[in-house]
Nanobody
Framework: QVQLVESGGGSVQAGGSLRLSCVVSEFSYRGYCVGWFRQAPGKEREGVAAIYTVGNVTSYADSVKGRFTISLDNAKNTVYLQMNSLKPEDTAMYYC??????????????????WGQGTQVTVSS
């Protein structure tokens, strides 16, 4: 059973930055696709960014391109989401998730098998 633990959320003003971390209990030799998702109250869960741990291929939602960067540290079994130029509309609970390398829609929640508990990000104007 793969476990994921997110951290790094908090409250910032618009224009500020946060870095989220997702520690994955194991980086199987088979590799994973690890994604960051967010969900605001009353809204559907949205795929923000994803990375394949083999090959480091990334995928971003248009709403965060140029502002968010996903990266991984294999030695620490950790995937990061660096969030810059934050906007109030980025306010949400952020979750990381892991799935197989066979995922073809890396920003689709139904593709993922394992989920963390989430970390809250609040951006004030």
């Amino acid at each position: 059973q793969v476990q994921l633990v997110e951290s790094g959320g908090g409250s910032v003003q618009a224009g500020g930055s946060l870095r989220l971390s997702c520690v994955v209990s194991e980086f199987s030799y088979r590799g994973y696709c690890v994604g960051w998702f967010r969900q605001a109250p009353g809204k559907e869960r949205e795929g923000v960014a994803a990375i394949y741990t083999v090959g480091n291929v990334t995928s971003y939602a248009d709403s965060v391109k140029g502002r968010f960067t996903i990266s991984l540290d294999n030695a620490k079994n950790t995937v990061y989401l660096q969030m810059n130029s934050l906007k109030p509309e980025d306010t949400a609970m952020y979750y990381c998730a892991a799935g197989s390398l066979a995922i073809v829609g890396p920003r689709q929640p139904y593709e993922y098998d394992y989920w963390g508990q989430g970390t809250q990000v609040t951006v004030s104007s």
